[in-house]
């Protein structure tokens, strides 16, 4: 069996939206924000999806607005983490 390329965890959508509103990838090169990439959503559990307009239609605003909390969260622990440990 080979898994879709549609498949994705839902989380990376909202990582990479806040990354846009933080503009991440203009403060920092490339390989730092592979990593801290790695480092946020190593923190969060996994929601898999094939479509996103299953998302839309079937999240509901709490859990949405929970979900995007989450994620600020992540990425502050992040950035603390890899600023401190930068080698």
């Known amino acids: ?4 390329d ?3 965890n839902y989380y990376e959508k909202l990582v990479s939206q806040h990354f846009e509103e933080l503009k991440i990838e203009e403060k920092f090169d490339a390989d730092f924000v592979a990593d801290l990439v790695c480092v946020v959503l190593n923190q969060l559990p996994t929601r898999y999806i094939r479509h996103e307009v299953d998302m839309a239609f079937y999240l ?3 859990e949405r607005f929970e979900m995007e ?5 992540a ?3 992040a950035l603390d983490f890899m ?5």
Not at 69 to 73: A, P
């Open 60 to 62: 509901p605003a709490s």
């Open 6 to 8: 549609d498949i994705h």
């Open 69 to 73: 909390s989450n994620v600020k969260i």
């Open 75 to 77: 990425v502050e622990k």
């Open 1 to 4: 069996m080979k898994i879709s």
């Open 83 to 87: 600023k401190t440990h930068r080698g």
